[in-house]
């Protein structure tokens, strides 16, 4: 007898638009981690600052439950 091990789908796919606490940024790629997907986020590029950047924006690792659709998101009246 085999058992068979159905993987829940991601949520969320590269390229979306998400948002996050702490800004707005795009999905690059996602991963299963124990049992939970994580998802490396870049994140939007803010207003140039004074002294001009240095390098490239930040990416960061979020887990699902971090992460909303900006499409589902509650515009404020």
Partial sequence: MSAVIELARPKFCQGQKVEFIGGL????????????????????????????????????????????LLQDYPLAA
């Fill in 25 to 68: 940024g795009t999905i690059i790629q996602c991963c299963r981690n124990s049992g939970n997907w994580s998802y490396l986020v870049e994140m939007e590029m803010g207003i140039e600052p004074e002294m001009g950047r240095i390098g490239c924006e930040t990416t960061i690792l979020l887990f699902e439950t971090d992460i909303i």
